[in-house]
Each structure stands twice: as structure tokens, then as C-alpha cells.
């Protein structure tokens, strides 16, 4: 299965890299996502920011995370894939990287969605239910 398939009618959510972790925040529970695109364009990927980088900022620096910017807490090195990518590629890469969310980009590497591992699992079951339910099928027939 292409990836493709996961990103119809998806929409990515982005943030600047000078916005403030407060900004980062509300923007997170506002589209109740875990994660954003730093994207000063909503096309040119300078970073994603998640949760887990917020969380990973905090221990003693709590009394400085109101001057923090998104661009202290980003992970600026960004791994993307493509339409064509497939489930199985993505789901491998963001096991052996311990990633969540991958942005999709197009071939000039413009932003046009995101991927998280829930859409890979939950693609992931799909596929194994239509293969156990075509075996049962084919079992059932003979």
C-alpha cells in the first residue's frame, strides 16, 4: 500500500520556528495533533516539533520555557518520505528511528502532508484483515 493512500484529503499543520512554546502548545491541542511541521511557508520543512520535544525541553529549564522558542525545542534533522513511499518502507523507518510522524513531500521536497505511526498501524490491520479474510474466504470455499 502507498503511502498516497494514507494523505487523501489529510491536512498538515504548521508552525513558525520563532513562535513560543506557548504558541506550540495551544497549536497542538488546538488541531489535537502531536506533532507540527516548522514551516515558515507551509511548503519548505525546517523542522518538526512534538510533544515529546516539548516534554524533553522541560526538565530544569521549566522557569525558562515561557522565553523558549519552537526553534530551541525542534528537531531541525527531518525524515521525510513521498507519496509513493510504502506503508511497509514507513513503518520500518520509523521503528528503527523511534519516530511518530513523518511529513510527505512532493519530488522539489514540498510539503503536502504528514503521516503518524497510528495512520501506519491502523493501514497495517487493514491489510492484515483483508489478507485473513481472503485465507478464510479461500479455506471456506475449497
Known amino acids: 500500500m502507498k503511502i498516497s493512500s494514507l494523505i487523501s484529503g489529510k491536512r498538515v499543520e504548521t508552525i513558525s520556528s520563532s513562535a513560543t512554546i506557548h504558541d506550540l502548545v495551544n497549536s497542538l491541542n488546538t488541531h489535537h495533533v502531536g506533532a507540527l511541521v516548522v514551516s515558515p511557508d507551509g511548503k519548505k520543512i525546517d ?3 512534538s510533544e515529546r520535544d516539548v516534554v524533553r525541553a522541560m526538565p530544569g529549564k521549566l522557569d525558562e520555557i515561557s522565553h523558549m522558542r519552537v ?3 525542534m528537531t531541525a534533522e527531518v525524515i521525510t518520505c513521498t507519496e509513493t513511499s510504502t506503508v511497509a518502507e514507513l513503518m520500518t523507518v ?3 528511528r523511534r519516530i511518530r510522524h ?3 513531500v512532493d519530488g522539489a521536497g514540498n510539503l503536502i502532508s504528514i503521516v503518524s505511526i497510528g495512520d501506519v498501524v491502523k493501514a497495517h490491520i487493514n491489510d492484515l484483515d483483508a489478507e485473513r ?3 478464510s474466504d479461500y479455506v471456506h470455499s475449497s
Open 47 to 49: 523542522g518538526i516539533v
Open 94 to 96: 520509523m521503528t528503527e
Open 133 to 135: 479474510k481472503a485465507l
Open 102 to 104: 513523518v511529513p510527505v
Open 71 to 73: 526553534r530551541d525545542v
